[in-house]
């Protein structure tokens, strides 16, 4: 069985920085994309940034130039820096994971609990 565990969400001002972070754990053969994803009160689920396994990074508009996205292949885990932090930022973040259980098994998506990041003065 395969977990993700985010953390590192929290109620800040606006201008301020949070670091999230995520890590998977369980029977990991491989994984390739990790990607963080946000929803905001009474809007839908959107894309924020995305990695893949050997670096590639993209960035939803709305956060580039303010959120940096990295992640430590070793230990299983995506990181989400997050700077200059705004009212319209504040969002239920979600982990989410492509997962090889096995070296013969496809990929499947796994998906974390969320972290609430609130940006408010």
């Known amino acids: 069985q395969v977990q993700l565990v985010e953390s590192g969400g929290a109620l800040v001002q606006p201008g301020g920085s949070l670091r999230l972070s995520c890590t998977a754990s369980?029977?990991?053969?491989?994984?390739?994309?990790m990607t963080w994803y946000r929803q905001g009160p009474g809007k839908e689920r959107e894309l924020v940034a995305t990695?893949?396994?050997?670096?590639?990074?993209n960035y939803d508009d709305s956060v580039k130039g303010r959120f940096t996205i990295s992640r430590d292949n070793a230990k299983n885990t995506v990181y989400l820096q997050m700077n200059s932090l705004r009212p319209e930022d504040t969002a239920v973040y979600y982990c989410n994971a492509d997962i090889a259980q096995h070296p013969t098994y496809t990929f499947s998506s796994y998906w974390g609990q969320g972290t609430q990041v609130t940006v408010s003065s």
């Open positions: 990695i893949t396994q050997t670096g590639t990074i």
């Open positions: 369980g029977s990991i053969f491989m994984i390739n994309h």
